[in-house]
């Protein structure tokens, strides 16, 4: 009989440890969401040891972190990291505190979330691959006053050392975060090329909500470069991967997503369906951020129809007091944009002057650390507007003494000419790509797309120049030189092309070249010599290697307007994925 019972309790304690090697997932993914059931089941169960609960327990956490239950994880975490039953030198300890970091680095609790992300690269190093990656990728991110090439050139050298052992979901994380890098600095073009790489290697690996994170990374790309079509076709991917996950968060995700599209669009029809669905999923959100979103979006509505009861209860809420909701409202330009609008349409001069202060000054910080830009006001337009609310507070309710209404409209006058210098030098700044010299993915777009149709029988030509060793010659030659090998390209194109031809830099390893008014052959024969003259780059000289450039050559011809140029180089795009 004890044989019997030993044997019973052996073939428990194996189907339990076999249970943790199944449940458990790496740090940038999610367990699997049919399996929660059993272990919730299995951590009521006495009979585990303290270890199996310890591990189990952390698998939990991560689960309450991919459907946004940020709070309960959190408090679990920090008692798992304070349990006499932790071992320091263990995987899951060092998959708690990583965990621990996200968190704080969600909820915008900076110091910690750095404190821990250093803590979790000490612990993984060396040991634990995907603890060590996304625990780098957070550090990089959020914890150091790196410039944007050198958090580029980090994390592209975390891909580069990681690109050969065939883990889609740890390549997918790196792609994500190049994607939040060049989101951060608004170069929308090259976030969405890298969050929808992320997604296509992640999407067959993936659990649960994180299926879909990164396509919501790309949906909101798109919409902030204000490629709504785009964003809308990825929304139809993100309802039918939705329809298999199907969580408070995705849900919430989905309804966000959608009603920024149509909030930035003035589609207002659309918004209020969206925000009915909304309000129906809200009332089970516990999320403070969460719920503020959602009241922000509200709040667009009552603007739009000036329903000025509605727009001060907004403003009125105890939530806008809660600290971490301010801080991440604060940073957003579309929440100030709001935020002034608002204050404009209450006549409210207090509320409007703190959302012009918190505009100017988040813009001016980011700008100093990352060159950004603002597009999304009429500055002109809103001097005068505020000039008429202040007259007309100054007149209706004498708040206004003649001295401080000139020191407040002096003031507003100072920081309204210092910013539109100041906004002058940042839009001249972001036509440039930082790296080659050459016009940024933007700028070349747009400039390309203001050409007027060619003069008879002459033709408009783009090319597309991708360097298709880029990634070779970065090993060959070290990470550190690929800066170097941008700028002699950049250099090479230059030089062989003229002077009123269009050259920009298009995406990380690709050039675009658009030639005006030039006919159809001398067009295609020119830019063949383009092409070979790129090829005869010779990197290795100065760099102690033989190394020399391939690359291949998509071309469009244009005998009438270019009207829709984003469709056309998405179109010569894929033509290299068919080559």
């Not at 708040?399 to 920081?415: E, H, M, N």
């Amino acid at each position: 009989m004890s044989c019997t019972l030993f044997v019973f309790f052996a073939r428990a304690e194996s189907d339990i440890e076999q249970f943790i090697k199944t449940v458990s997932a790496p740090s940038y993914d999610c367990p699997v969401p049919d399996l929660i059931p059993r272990l919730n089941e299995l951590l009521a169960n006495d009979e585990l040891t303290p270890l199996q609960k310890y591990r189990l327990s952390v698998e939990q956490t991560q689960h309450q972190i991919c459907i946004g239950s940020l709070a309960q994880a959190k408090n679990s975490l920090l008692s798992l990291t304070q349990s006499e039953y932790t071992d320091r030198s263990s995987d899951y300890y060092a998959d708690a505190i990583y965990q621990l970091a996200f968190i704080y680095d969600v909820s915008s609790k900076v110091f910690e979330a750095c404190k821990h992300y250093k803590e979790a690269i000490e612990l993984a190093n060396g040991k634990y691959n995907d603890i060590y990656v996304s625990a780098n990728l957070g550090y990089i991110t959020e914890c150091e006053t790196f410039t944007v090439q050198e958090k580029l050139r980090k994390i592209y050298a975390l891909l580069d050392d990681y690109s050969t052992n065939r883990n889609n979901g740890l390549l997918a994380h790196i792609h994500n975060s190049l994607g939040f890098v060049y989101s951060e600095e608004k170069f929308y073009h090259l976030a969405a090329e890298q969050f929808l790489k992320a997604h296509n290697l992640g999407v067959g690996v993936y659990n649960g909500s994180n299926r879909l994170s990164i396509l919501t990374s790309a949906i909101n790309a798109y919409t902030s470069s204000e490629q709504y079509d785009l964003a809308e076709n990825l929304l139809l991917d993100y309802e039918e991967i939705n329809k298999e996950v199907d969580t408070l968060y995705t849900n919430f995700i989905y309804l966000f997503s959608k009603s920024r599209i149509y909030a930035k669009q003035e589609k207002f029809a659309q918004l209020k369906a969206t925000l009915d669905a909304w309000k129906r999923l809200d009332s089970g959100i516990e999320n403070k951020i969460w719920n503020a979103y959602y009241k922000w979006h509200e709040g667009i509505w009552c603007l739009h129809l000036n329903d000025q009861v509605c727009l001060r209860a907004l403003f009125n809420d105890e939530i806008l007091d809660d600290s971490g909701v301010e801080k991440h409202l604060r940073f957003s330009s579309e929440w100030n944009t709001f935020k002034i609008k608002a204050g404009l349409a209450l006549n409210d001069l207090e509320l409007t002057k703190e959302a012009i202060n918190d505009y100017f000054y988040i813009e001016k910080i980011v700008s100093s650390e990352k060159v950004k830009y603002s597009n999304s006001i009429n500055i002109t337009e809103l001097y005068g507007k505020i000039q008429e609310l202040e007259s007309k507070v100054a007149f209706e309710k004498k708040l206004v003494s003649y001295f401080g209404y000139f020191a407040v409209f002096g003031v507003i006058s100072v920081s309204l000419i210092g910013y539109i210098l100041f906004k002058r030098r940042l839009i001249k700044q972001r036509e440039i790509d930082p790296i080659t010299g050459l016009y940024s993915p933007e700028s070349v777009v747009s400039k390309i797309s203001k050409l007027q149709a060619p003069a008879a029988n002459k033709a408009h030509a783009i090319a597309i120049f991708d360097l298709a060793n880029f990634r070779d010659l970065n090993r060959l030659m070290g990470v550190d030189k690929s800066d170097l090998i941008l700028k002699e390209v950049a250099s090479t194109l230059s030089t062989v092309t003229r002077e009123h031809d269009i050259l920009g830099r298009l995406a990380p390893e690709q050039f675009i070249l658009c030639l005006t008014n030039i006919e159809e052959a001398t067009a295609k024969s020119f830019l063949e010599r383009v092409r070979k003259a790129l090829e005869r780059t010779f990197l290795g000289g100065q760099h102690g290697v033989d190394a020399n450039l391939n690359s291949s050559m998509s071309i469009f011809i244009a005998t009438e307007k270019l009207d829709d140029v984003q469709t056309i180089l998405e179109d010569m795009l894929v033509s290299f994925t068919i080559k």
